[in-house]
Nanobody, 127 residues
Framework: QVQLVESGGGSVPTGGSLRLSCQISGYTGGDCLAWFRQGPLNKREGVAALYTGTNDRYRGNSYYDNSVKGRFTISRDTADGTLSLQMNSLRPEDTAVYYC????????????????WGQGTQVTVTV
């Protein structure tokens, strides 16, 4: 059974940085790990995704929403499998609950691809 546990959220001022982590267990053979967020409007949107499958054509590919390109970086620790999201130059509009998610097949930023979800961690960016 796949389990995802996020950590690292908190409150930071505009321009600050945070690093989110997602501890993953039971995830083998899937195509994609990603970070989503759900803000005050309650819409769950994809932030960043990382291809984890075996197709060499896509190995190492990452995908970012335009709103976070150049500010956020998704990565995975090869030693223990932890998924991370380094968030720099944070803005008030980045305030949301951030979720880690795993997809069995396919990779991208659409939530329907993802079967497994963590419980989320709150990120608040103050003015």
């Amino acid at each position: 059974q796949v389990q995802l546990v996020e950590s690292g959220g908190g409150s930071v001022p505009t321009g600050g940085s945070l690093r989110l982590s997602c501890q993953i267990s039971g995830y083998t053979g899937g195509d994609c790990l990603a970070w989503f967020r759900q803000g005050p409007l309650n819409k769950r949107e994809g932030v960043a995704a990382l291809y984890t499958g075996t197709n060499d054509r896509y190995r190492g590919n990452s995908y970012y929403d335009n709103s976070v390109k150049g500010r956020f970086t998704i990565s995975r620790d090869t030693a223990d499998g932890t998924l991370s999201l380094q968030m720099n130059s944070l803005r008030p509009e980045d305030t949301a609950v951030y979720y880690c998610a795993a997809a069995p097949a396919g990779c991208g930023l659409h939530p329907l691809l993802y079967k497994h979800w963590g419980q989320g961690t709150q990120v608040t960016v103050t003015v």
